[in-house]
C-alpha cells in the first residue's frame, strides 16, 4: 500500500469557514495531485504539482488554492466553504521518472459535508 | 470528444461467481489504460495497467483484455468474494500533451452477496 496520507478522513463544517485539507507522501514523489469525486461519478482532476513550488489548475474549475512548498506536502485550501463544495477529495502522488499522472498512488480520501 | 464509458452502472452477483466489466473509451492518441479497484470510502488502488501493444493482463483473479482497435477494455472477476464488492474504474491515460492527461470513467458498482 502507497505511503500518502489524507487528514482529516471526514469533515462536516459550516458555511464560510476556512478550510483546509492535508495530504503529505513519504515516497519522494515529485508529482502530486488532487481530485474532487461526487458519489457515482468521475474523479475530476482540480490541481496539480510537479514540484516544489510548481502548482497548475486541472480541469474542473475550482474555489480551492493549493500550494508546494515541501515536497511532501501538497495542502489544499478553501477560504469560505459552501454546500457546493461538498465532495470526496482525493490527493495521489507520482515517482520521479514516470511518464506522467498515469502511475498515481491515490490516499484515502477527506469527505467534506459543508452545512 | 475524449470519454470513457463503463457498463455495467452497478451488478449484483453471489460469491463464487464470475463476472465481466466493460469499458469503452473514445481517449486518442492512446497511452494506456488502468483498471482501478475503489472500495467505499478509500481511494482507488491500480489492479492492472495495459498499453496499446498488449490485449491482455491478470492480477490474481482479475483479468483485463484490450482491444486498442474497438477502443475496449473488459474486467473479468473470477470466483468472486465479498472483499470484491468495490467500485472498478477505467482510466485512459492520452499522450497527446506533456501532462499525460487521465480519463476516468464513472466506476462499475460491483456487490457481492454471500
Known amino acids: 500500500e502507497a505511503d500518502i496520507y489524507q487528514t482529516p478522513r471526514y469533515l462536516v463544517i459550516g458555511t464560510g469557514k476556512k478550510i483546509t485539507l492535508e495530504c503529505s507522501q513519504t515516497?519522494?514523489?515529485?508529482?502530486m495531485y488532487w481530485y474532487q469525486q461526487d458519489p457515482g461519478m468521475e474523479l475530476h482532476l482540480i490541481h496539480y504539482s510537479y514540484g516544489v513550488n510548481s502548482t497548475e489548475k486541472g480541469d474542473l474549475s475550482s474555489e480551492s488554492t493549493v500550494s508546494r512548498i515541501r515536497t511532501e506536502h501538497f495542502p489544499l485550501t478553501l477560504e469560505s466553504a459552501r454546500p457546493s463544495h461538498t465532495s470526496q477529495y482525493l490527493c495521489?502522488?507520482?515517482?520521479?521518472?514516470?511518464?506522467?499522472?498515469?502511475?498515481?498512488?491515490f490516499g484515502p480520501g477527506t469527505r467534506l459535508t459543508v452545512l | 470528444k475524449n470519454q470513457v464509458e463503463q457498463s455495467p452502472q452497478s451488478l449484483i452477483i453471489l460469491e463464487g461467481k464470475n463476472c465481466t466489466l466493460q469499458c469503452n473509451y473514445t481517449v486518442s492518441p492512446f497511452s494506456n489504460l488502468r483498471w482501478y479497484k475503489q472500495d467505499t470510502g478509500r481511494g482507488p488502488v491500480s489492479l492492472t495497467i495495459?498499453?496499446?501493444?498488449?490485449n491482455t493482463k491478470s492480477n490474481g483473479r482479475y483479468t483485463a483484455t484490450l482491444d486498442a482497435d474497438t477502443k475496449q477494455s473488459s474486467l473479468h472477476i473470477t470466483a468472486s468474494q465479498l472483499s470484491d464488492s468495490a467500485s472498478y474504474i477505467c482510466v485512459v491515460t492520452d499522450r497527446g500533451s506533456t501532462l499525460g492527461r487521465l480519463y476516468f470513467g464513472r466506476g462499475t458498482q460491483l456487490t457481492v452477496w454471500p
Open positions: 515516497m519522494g514523489h515529485d508529482k
Open positions: 495521489a502522488s507520482s515517482p520521479p521518472g514516470s511518464a506522467g499522472p498515469d502511475t498515481q498512488y
Open positions: 495495459m498499453t496499446f501493444s498488449e
